[in-house]
């Protein structure tokens, strides 16, 4: 299957997480195919096509999770929260279709 030449290629950003407690911290429990936040400053769009090499703590391999920026956490938000993204796992989508 070819994509279109014009279509933008997913951005590819790596996530490394050293602690469980931080993989619990970072999982999003409410997007029904999972999802993750990734702290990055880089600017992102809702909607987005993303690629994201993840490391878990204890395990040198890297996994590519394929997903889509549900939502943006800005710089300087309030409450002292990280900017980055949400991102919403698209690996599950087809079998729901």
Same mark, same amino acid.
């Not at 997913?10 to 702290?39: N, R, T």
């Not at 769009?45 to 943006?72: E, F, K, S």
């Given at each position: 299957?070819? $994509?279109?030449?014009? #279509?933008?290629?997913?951005?590819?950003?790596?996530?490394?997480?050293?602690?469980?407690?931080?993989?619990? #911290? *970072?999982?999003? &429990?409410?997007?029904?195919?999972?999802?993750?936040? +990734? &702290?990055? $400053?880089?600017?992102?769009?809702?909607? /987005? /096509?993303?690629? +994201?090499?993840?490391?878990?703590?204890?395990?040198?391999?890297?996994?590519?999770? #394929?997903?889509?920026? *549900?939502?943006?956490?800005? #710089?300087?938000?309030?409450?002292?929260? $990280?900017?980055? +993204?949400?991102?919403?796992?698209?690996?599950?989508?087809?079998?729901?279709?």
């Amino acid at each position: 299957m070819s $994509t279109p030449s014009n #279509a933008p290629r997913p951005s590819v950003m790596q996530l490394a997480i050293k602690e469980k407690g931080a993989l619990h #911290a *970072a999982y999003i &429990p409410f997007f029904e195919e999972g999802g993750i936040f +990734v &702290p990055t $400053t880089r600017e992102y769009r809702l909607g /987005d /096509d993303v690629y +994201v090499l993840l490391t878990l703590p204890d395990d040198p391999q890297r996994y590519p999770v #394929a997903g889509r920026v *549900a939502w943006v956490t800005p #710089a300087r938000a309030g409450g002292n929260r $990280t900017q980055g +993204v949400g991102i919403r796992s698209e690996e599950h989508t087809s079998e729901h279709q």
